[in-house]
């Protein structure tokens, strides 16, 4: 059993003073307020719960950075896609684990206790399936185990190059499955994460570029009352493919033809007109927003102002985990609605309130939701997901409660994060994961190798 004692947390019922949570098998046993520490308690200035990246592809890591060199014409979403596929296509099971291992020990140091992996590199180097064809899932697993960070999977059906069923081009072959083999790919999966404490599963229709309404229909019922994610309308080339093909742009088709509620996760939604959020809000979906990604992409601005106001449920991801964390997800996302509107604190939901607390309030009950976790934030019962910040900070000196989370959205960011507890178990100390430094020189000689 372990007894920490804050100065200050955050609670579902809002901060609290003096503050003991007694942590018990991984979750959090008892929460007591207004009590001096005891004895043998481990104290700690201010907590907040964990948060989750509800949108990852693990293996994009590896190449951050490497797609800011100009292409000879218009550089766009789709030649760094290139980029992505010749990286994707020369990756080993034992790359994918070195290079998640080291992206989710980063998370955890940035404050995300919970990945959902929108997983798809599913196959062989040459498109051939592995023996076992949850063996990459397995990587994700370890990586996962490794690091401590739970892990929602979130196995990817990709069966098409573009709309209305079109073949899958080569550089996409190891992403492809038939709905035969993405059912075999879920038993597999789910045997994979089956020893992992705290871990989920659900599904990931890749897009509705790469999956007709007919293979839509067919996996739903896999993800078995799991969560269901889907890539939509993040680029303008893709409403104008599915308005060529359907009538209908791509969050529109959705409302119209997929069973959307509480249980779905729209990832992007950029290219959403006042109708279509207004319904997606209504449905219970949520939201899956990746500012950083979305703005390395050159994809958009959400219109997250009006899904606001709309009673919309969102949460971030860190996508193509360009870089990674959720003091920068969340900055970038309220700075993208104020360039997009001129104004400041667009997202704070009301005069006098704090934006960073607001953005934070969103993101934790929109995670959970996404990753169909009922009961997160520090609360008996949850998962001790726990992040505790450090108070010496100069952007932290001086402030309290809501205060001090605008101190580390806007301000402080990385630098701000003294102890995480995953699980339980206190992974980071002192902003450095324990693991840092082995992951670091294993997902450094993958690196080097997948590079050269
Ligand atoms: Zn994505």
């Not at 303008?236 to 996760?265: F, I, N, T, Y």
């Not at 920068?328 to 700075?335: I, N």
Request: charged fraction near 20%.
């Amino acid at each position: 059993m372990t007894r920490l004692h804050f100065a200050s947390a955050l609670l579902p019922s809002g901060w609290a003073n003096d503050v003991k949570v007694v942590i018990a098998a991984g979750a959090i046993a008892e929460v007591t307020t207004s009590v001096a520490p005891a004895a043998g308690d481990e104290c700690h200035e201010i907590a907040l719960p964990g948060l989750a990246s509800l949108h990852s592809h693990a293996f994009q890591r590896g190449m951050a950075g490497l797609a800011e060199l100009r292409g000879d014409s218009t550089d766009t979403f789709w030649t760094w896609r290139e980029t992505m596929y010749r990286f994707a296509l020369a990756m080993t099971p034992d790359d994918v684990a070195a290079v998640a291992t080291l992206l989710y020990v980063e998370m955890l140091e940035q404050g995300f206790t919970r990945v959902g992996e929108f997983h798809y590199l599913h196959h062989d180097r040459d498109g051939s399936h592995y023996a076992d064809i949850g063996e990459m899932a397995a990587s994700i697993a370890q990586a996962a185990e490794t690091s401590g960070i739970a892990l929602t999977l979130l196995p990817s059906f990709y069966a098409h190059g573009s709309f209305g069923g079109a073949a899958p081009h080569d550089g996409q072959r190891r992403f492809i499955c038939s709905v035969d083999q993405f059912a075999e790919l879920m038993s597999a999966s789910r045997k994979a994460i089956a020893s992992l404490p705290d871990a989920n599963i659900g599904i990931a229709p890749h897009s509705l570029r790469a999956v007709t309404p007919e293979e839509l229909a067919a996996i739903t019922p896999l993800a078995n009352g799991g969560p269901v994610h889907i890539h939509v309308a993040e680029q303008m080339k893709e409403v104008e493919d599915c308005l060529a093909w359907s009538g209908r742009r791509p969050v529109q088709w959705l409302l119209e033809h997929a069973p959307l509620h509480q249980r779905w996760c729209l990832i992007h939604a950029t290219h959403t007109t006042n109708e279509e959020i207004a319904a997606f809000a209504k449905t219970g979906a949520v939201a899956g927003l990746c500012p950083i990604t979305e703005a390395s992409l050159g994809d958009g601005i959400f219109p997250a102002r009006e899904f606001l106001d709309s009673g919309g449920a969102f949460g971030v991801g860190t996508d193509s985990n360009v870089l990674v964390g959720v003091a920068d997800e969340l900055r970038q996302l309220e700075y993208g609605q104020r360039l997009k509107h001129r104004q400041r604190n667009v997202l704070s939901g009301g005069a006098g309130r704090s934006t960073g607390r607001t953005l934070f309030d969103h993101t934790l009950a929109g995670g959970a939701r996404a990753l169909a976790q009922p009961n997160v934030g520090l609360t008996p019962g949850a998962r001790a997901d726990i992040v505790a910040l450090d108070t010496a900070h100069p952007s932290l000196a001086g402030r309290a409660r809501d205060a001090v989370i605008d101190g580390w959205i806007f301000a402080a960011g990385s630098g701000a994060i003294d102890c995480v507890w995953a699980g339980g178990d206190k992974v980071v100390e002192a902003g450095r994961h324990r693991l840092r430094q082995p992951a670091r020189a294993r997902f450094n000689a993958s690196v080097r190798r997948l590079v050269a």
